[in-house]
């Protein structure tokens, strides 16, 4: 049994999603946050203490396997659930471009953005050569991911693939911890809608986080209410 360990509003989406994808059985546990960051529960599984985390009794029952770690996930389903649909293999046209956007998700989009969620706790001045340093970066990888989408339909060219679903939640549902405006970010909101358009995705995103309306527009959404509750 594949078990996924989803923590609510949470990057763990990734992996509900690829496995509605991918039309594969498991089995979700949802955990809500407590108030803000994971519950004791999910955070006993692994010593990070964070999700997403899989658990799998499938190959060896009486040793199940657990595994943190988003990236890792992904490739650990595709490959031993998934008969490796959603990469693109070295062979590919495409290949590097799959390999760079897959990776590039967990690097600079998300730690860009990170950073500047956590700077921004510090309230500096705007002219602050941190704040300035921090805004310039999630600028420039923002304009990077929205060029790219303004030339291809999908991260790696013409096809879907798990590139995409890595990247898709730090222009989404991260946006309700640090808010960004995608006004005049066309390819990137182009991309967001044929995401939203697509059967597996609006099915993970009801399984996962029913309560949650998709952030696929431009406008940025209101803060996670605990997380609003601590910031402002």
């Known amino acids: 049994m594949l078990t996924v360990h989803h923590l609510e509003c949470s990057q763990s989406e990734r992996i509900i999603w690829l496995c509605e994808e991918l039309g594969i059985y498991y089995e979700l546990k949802r ?34 396997l657990t595994l943190g770690e988003s990236a890792a996930i992904v490739e650990y389903i595709i490959h031993k659930h998934g008969d490796g649909r959603l990469i ?39 002219e602050n050569p941190i704040q300035k340093s921090v805004n310039a970066k999630v600028k420039a990888v923002l304009n990077m991911l929205n060029d790219r989408l303004n ?15 890595m990247t898709v939640v730090s222009v989404t549902t991260m946006r309700l911890y640090y808010p960004i405006d995608l006004t005049g970010y066309e390819g990137i909101l182009s991309w967001l809608q044929r995401v939203g358009d697509r059967p597996a995705y609006k099915s993970a995103m009801q399984k996962g986080d029913p309560e949650m309306a998709p952030c696929l527009g431009a406008a940025t959404p209101d803060l996670f209410p605990a997380w609003a509750a601590i910031v402002q």
């Open 31 to 64: 955990y809500n946050r407590n108030p803000v960051f994971a519950p004791p529960e999910l955070k006993a599984l692994t010593p990070m203490g964070g999700a997403p985390v899989i658990t799998d009794s499938t190959f060896d029952p009486s040793n199940p």
């Open 151 to 165: 030339r291809v339909t999908w991260l790696a060219g013409d096809q879907f693939t798990a590139a995409d679903i």
């Open 88 to 126: 693109l293999p070295p062979s590919h046209k495409d290949y590097t471009h799959y390999l760079y956007w897959f990776h590039q998700s967990n690097t600079n989009l998300q730690g860009a953005i990170f950073r500047a969620l956590l700077v921004g706790q510090l309230k500096l001045a705007p």
